[in-house]
């Protein structure tokens, strides 16, 4: 008789269950110890760099009516009055970072007695932030704005004092009587501080989040270069907590003198280093 055909040979690999068990992973063990000093370390990305730079600029106000002179709610509604003409125009490769007066501005307006026409002259130091490849143009871009926009400034003035300002002219020249400062740079550092040897059970509260940035600014500001100021010091991402080695990532911003950006970092390692033990204590407490 015919034999039966024989049917295919079964898998031997054997089929994933719809519940598999899954055997937990064990935790390393760790002792809890006292916090040692946290190690500041330097990781990626490369720091961003901005360049800081204030210029000189005299802004004058011609044929206003005679014998005018601003109080001080008058000059801090010009200079707004500028500042605001400024941030709007300028390019926008170009940050305004400051505009301040310059030294003896009050009491400055000058009389023609021959033609009784009152000019008021105000020197400014405006500070501009950019790239460093945008700084070259920054002073003929902040003539060239205050130029073409000055009637603005012009129109605010009547809007606050129609009597005063109905005739006026404004103007601007490059002043030579404020230096022009050295650029400085504006540069942000990722820094890793790293906790060896913490108990397992450790946890940074929002409390304790807080306070350890307030610490490490408070450190960086006595134990800095006198040459650089501590700008900022924040979080730059979440933290690493669960894991054997605590990690917290912090983006530090400082400015200081250009030729030296190069170091910027080397100071604030050292700054952290030379008091690590301190933050250490503290953590402690």
């Known amino acids: 008789s015919d034999r039966p055909t024989p049917g295919p040979t079964p898998d031997p690999t054997p089929m994933p269950s719809k519940n598999p068990t899954l055997e937990p992973t064990k935790r390393p063990?760790?002792?809890?110890?006292?916090r040692?000093?946290?190690e500041p370390s330097s990781s990626e990305p490369t720091p961003t760099t901005e360049v800081e730079q204030t210029f000189p600029l005299q802004f004058n106000l011609d044929d206003i009516a005679p014998g005018y002179i601003p109080n001080d709610a008058d000059q801090a509604s010009i200079l707004g009055f500028i500042e605001d003409m400024i941030r709007e125009n300028l390019d926008p490769s170009l940050e305004l970072a400051d505009i301040s007066y310059g030294d003896d501005r009050r009491n400055r307006n000058l009389v023609s007695t021959k033609q009784m026409e009152n000019s008021l002259y105000l020197p400014l130091e405006i500070t501009v932030k950019g790239p460093p490849g945008a700084m070259d143009d920054a002073y003929p871009e902040l003539l060239?704005?205050?130029?073409?926009?000055?009637?603005e400034v012009a129109e605010k003035l009547k809007d606050m004092d129609y009597d005063t300002f109905k005739d006026v002219n404004v103007s601007s020249e490059a002043s030579d009587v404020i230096d022009?400062?050295?650029p400085t740079h504006l540069i942000t550092h990722p820094v890793q501080f790293v906790f060896n040897n913490v108990a397992v059970e450790y946890d940074l509260s929002e409390r304790d989040q807080t306070s350890f940035i307030l610490h490490v600014k408070k450190i960086l500001k006595e134990n800095m270069d006198f040459d650089w100021e501590v700008i900022q010091v924040a979080y730059a991402s979440r933290f690493e907590l669960d894991v054997p080695t605590p990690q917290i990532p912090v983006r530090i911003t400082v400015r200081g003198p250009a030729e030296e950006s190069d170091r910027s970092l080397s100071f604030i390692t050292d700054a952290l280093e030379a008091r690590k033990q301190d933050l250490a204590t503290y953590l402690k407490s």
Do not use: H
Not at 144 to 151: A, D, I, N, Q, S
């Open 29 to 34: 063990t760790i002792k809890p110890s006292q």
């Open 144 to 151: 060239e704005v205050v130029e073409k926009y000055k009637e």
């Open 180 to 182: 022009v400062d050295s």
């Open 36 to 38: 040692p000093a946290p």
